[in-house]
């Protein structure tokens, strides 16, 4: 639990579509300090009020793959919130009680059921939109050069940033982001983020260490890509690092999450139609 938690507060960073449609795109070699600002400073108000969905919503599969677990979910993003249902589980197929319980289990899901999960998934979310509202005045942005391009994609804009270290935090979440370093690929045209890939610089402490520390040497990517013209989704997130907890373990922790079979629903649905969609797929061998 303390991993999901921690996990969760981290992602929560990497999930920031660095987007701008006001800006038109601009050479690489042309981008000041104030047009690297500008552009983050919308990009950041463009994420917080686009960051829980609302409206929208999108059906994904899911391969996760960790030290515990390797399962491919369905995923579908409702009005009152996600359900999915599991296809696979360590790298199998379920059984035919697992196939049973899971059916059961998605007929059972009440619009009330999936809301108050959100509900508890958003009480979190305050720490990832304190990082996000942050990050420009916590980081120092400056292009790379020679502007190392991700392949089959738009021209993108590569900006490195480290710590500022002028920046003062003036609270435990906001400390985080002196411990962290990166990269981020922007597209070009659209300023929307195709790629961020995170180093720890210096050990992360949650409840000075003792709910959780993170050593110096972790590194988090998240790439995403567009699911229509307004909207981003994350296609790839990849975590490896070294956590202890509770001041007692320290174990290497390493996870993958690869998105195929992304489709966008202009209005969310509903929680009946997601369970008849999710009901609806034949079962899955890995």
Partial sequence: M??????RRFLCLLLTPFASATLLAQQPESLTPDAVSSILKQAVQYQLDDFHHRGW????RVHRQDPKEDSIREVIETQDGTVSRTL??????LTEDEEKGEQERLKALTPQDVNRRRQKAESNDKYGMELIRTLPQAMTFTPVTGQPQLPGRHPQIVLDFVPDPKFHPTNTTQSLLTGLAGRVWIDAETHHLARMELRVIQNLNLMFGILARVYEGGTLSYE????????DAYNEIKMDVKLRELMVHVAPYRQTLTVTSVRFYPVAPTVKDAVTTLL???????
């Fill in 2 to 7: 303390l991993r999901t938690v921690l996990h």
């Fill in 57 to 60: 919503g999108i059906q994904y």
């Fill in 88 to 93: 696979t589980y360590k790298g199998r197929a």
């Fill in 224 to 231: 995403q890509k567009a699911v229509s013209p307004q909207h």
């Fill in 280 to 286: 609806a797929i034949p079962p899955v061998t890995p």
